[in-house]
């Protein structure tokens, strides 16, 4: 009679799971039995090097385990000779091939977890856990047998055996690939598994042979740009990013142009679906192309966007969004394909964030899923800066959300002279307050300049958004602009910059040989109406929330995430706090659609979220005319600039009495060029 093998004390960190297992029971089967989160795509045969653990060394009193780099054994031949994937690190051992001969503690790496969490710069993923609802299973099958056992049955058999899955659902798109996928004389193949919910995992494709590449892309669809980003869906690694204008530009510049256009033009909103999905596909052959991937290997798409573009990207009509009541065909996701959508990326699936209300959408889902405001105990005002701004306010008590129609002001239209944030433009600001003198800082050159100074070989084209901002903040710190947004006359016996224009007054920023740039008083007029109808969106949230003021602001977007905090004071685009308080966060939309893509966990807490939300519309607000008027002045009429007139010198009529405190002038341009 055989003796039964001893056991052996293993405890696998971080997770701090242990128990007692057999001599020669590999690590991987000693994680699984377990339940320890252990990666594994070819199922223990040392072909992807996914599953490499280091044994640690010491004495570990809270387990009384004494743990030696012996305690795995040898390398036996099989785990010499492999040559995996993934090359294995100085000291790791391959898992599935690697066999629990003493005590041992066992130290997962997290590049060889599951579930592993993410840390990236490029872009915000801060505390992201890897919960992938698309994973590889690599199963070898055994020859075909007369017995009449269809492939299917084989497969779900060896993936049951092989890697303890219980396949679900057979897609009839992955049926006509299988043969060709186990023709070889090994019959192995790799497996795509789809994980939508809780329920046994659908087969999506099979590649033949062994693979480890999975990709996914998160794309967020603007008005105005469509940002994307290609990840690898195993390790949550953001591997390329690209952006493309939005197409539909043509159709209109703003939302409600475009749904006006579809209105006006029978077979409208079919121009306008096939012009974002071109531009979609595009953009998705390009991040592929830059990571060196295939379409085949992209198989998960999230996709956000304001509820125009959700709905023109679906090829439904938007016009129901362009008046009251504003009625969304959906609030709920959306699961569809590549190729529903016209898209030639045969095995991708695609999900289409939720939308909030009919002028809150999908990206502002994400927003919210990248920065939460719904998990802050304290409240928190986000706010996505551009032609439409969407507004959330809300902490764990309780959350509310808002847009209000700001224009494309911000981003350079209807200035006289705007234009979009690309090389060329100016971008930042500083006017000389005895002087009224003006020195630039262009997008493409790292030097501020004044028209005097010019640097050969720069060229000014116009004014962004983001210069847009500071030129009229700087005018109106210096006395230029009144608090009412006036162009003083008075200012031209200062300088000759302020010009007589017509029946107002101009102020002229840039000249160079034929390129003169001038701030208009109709420019002025525009910040103010879209500054206004910001603010106004942000008080009418802060009134409903009960809330008088609030200290942690958090601007989105690719406009907001190049505005100076200050000056959006200054302006009175947001609430007056500390200036800490105020903060760029970049693409949000963004970082919510990538978390989405990798984590199915981060994509049902966003659906969660937006049911939370409590959605107020502006259009029908009785207050929200009154509270555009009081925020049309510079900062604003009625609301507090305690925590502003510390940092600035506020002109007169504007600044509260401070009671001696110190006040800080932007930064001069001296400063900023030291």
């Not at 919960?131 to 047998?145: I, N």
């Not at 510390?646 to 002038?665: C, D, I, K, M």
């Amino acid at each position: 009679m055989t003796e039964p093998m001893p056991n052996r004390q293993v405890v696998f960190m971080p997770s701090g799971r242990r128990g007692s297992v057999a001599v020669g029971t590999t690590v991987l089967a000693a994680a699984r039995e377990l339940g320890v989160d252990l990666d594994s795509v070819c199922g223990g045969r040392g072909i992807c090097g996914h599953c490499q653990v280091v044994p640690a060394t010491g004495s570990f009193a809270k387990w009384a385990v004494e743990s030696d780099a012996d305690a795995l054994g040898a390398r036996g031949a099989a785990e010499l000779e492999a040559r995996p994937a993934r090359p294995v690190q100085p000291d790791a051992r391959l898992g599935c091939l690697a066999a629990v001969e003493h005590d041992v503690v066992i130290d997962v790496p997290a590049s060889s977890q599951v579930h592993r969490p993410v840390v990236r710069k490029a872009i915000a993923l801060d505390d992201l856990v890897v919960d992938p609802l698309v994973t590889l299973a690599y199963v070898e099958l055994p020859p075909p047998t007369m017995d009449g056992t269809s492939l299917v049955t084989a497969i779900r058999t060896a993936l049951r055996t092989q890697h303890g899955i219980d396949l679900g659902p057979v897609g009839a798109g992955a049926l006509p690939g299988l043969h060709r996928s186990f023709a070889d004389d090994v019959r192995g193949a790799t497996l795509v598994l789809r994980h939508v919910t809780d329920s046994q995992p659908a087969l999506v494709t099979s590649v033949p042979g062994f693979t480890d590449r999975a990709y996914g892309a998160a794309v967020d669809i603007g008005s105005t740009t469509i940002a994307g980003h290609l990840v690898d869906l195993s390790t949550g690694a953001v591997l390329a990013s690209a952006g493309r204008m939005n197409p539909q530009i043509r159709f209109g510049e703003d939302l409600m142009s475009r749904v006006s256009y579809v209105m006006m033009n029978p077979g409208g909103d079919t121009d306008l679906t096939r012009s974002v999905r071109e531009a979609l596909d595009e953009l998705l052959a390009e991040l592929c192309d830059t990571a060196d991937a295939t379409a085949d290997e992209l198989f998960d798409v999230v996709l956000v966007g304001n509820p125009i573009m959700h709905h023109l990207m679906l090829g439904i009509d938007p016009t129901p969004l362009g008046s009251a009541p504003f009625e969304l065909a959906t609030d709920e996701a959306v699961h569809t394909t590549a190729t529903a959508l016209d898209l030639a990326f045969p095995h991708a699936a695609i999900y289409v964030g939720p939308c909030i209300a009919g002028h809150v959408g999908a990206d502002t889902a994400a927003a919210m899923l990248a920065e939460g405001p719904y998990r802050s105990d304290h409240p928190q005002l986000l706010v996505d800066i551009g032609t439409n701004a969407e507004i959330v306010l809300g902490s764990t008590a309780a959350v509310w959300a808002a847009s209000s129609p700001t224009g494309p002001a911000f981003e350079g239209a209807q200035i006289s002279c705007g234009q979009r944030a690309t090389a060329g433009a100016i971008e930042r600001v500083r006017i000389d307050r005895d002087t009224l003198a003006p020195s630039v800082k262009v997008i493409g050159s790292d030097a501020w300049t004044d028209d005097s100074a010019h640097q050969p070989g720069t060229v000014v084209t116009g004014v962004c958004g983001s210069g847009i901002i500071e030129v009229v903040a700087e005018l109106f710190l210096a006395g230029v602009i009144a608090a009412d947004g006036t162009i003083r006359g008075e200012a031209a016996a200062r300088t000759d910059r302020v010009v007589v224009d017509g029946r107002t007054f101009s102020y002229r920023l840039f000249a160079s040989g034929p390129t003169q740039l001038f701030v208009t008083q109709n420019d002025v007029r525009a910040i103010q109406l879209a500054k206004a109808a910001l603010r106004a969106g942000i008080d009418l949230l802060l009134e409903h929330a009960g809330l008088t003021a609030v200290t942690d602001i958090r601007l989105a977007g690719a406009f907001g995430a190049h505005i100076d905090p200050l000056y959006a004071m200054v302006l009175g685009l947001v609430p007056d706090c500390p200036l800490d308080g105020v903060r760029s966060v970049g693409n949000a939309a963004g970082a919510g659609a990538v978390r989405a893509l990798v984590s199915g966990s981060q994509r049902s807490e966003m659906e969660t979220a937006v049911r939370r939300v409590r959605k107020v519309e502006t259009a029908i607000e009785p207050r929200f005319q009154e509270l555009f008027v009081a925020a049309m002045a510079f900062p604003h009429t009625t609301a507090s600039v305690a925590h502003l007139s510390e940092l600035v010198q506020l002109p007169a009529n504007a600044a509260p009495a401070t009671s001696g405190r110190r006040r800080r002038r932007p930064p001069s341009t001296t400063e900023e060029k030291s």
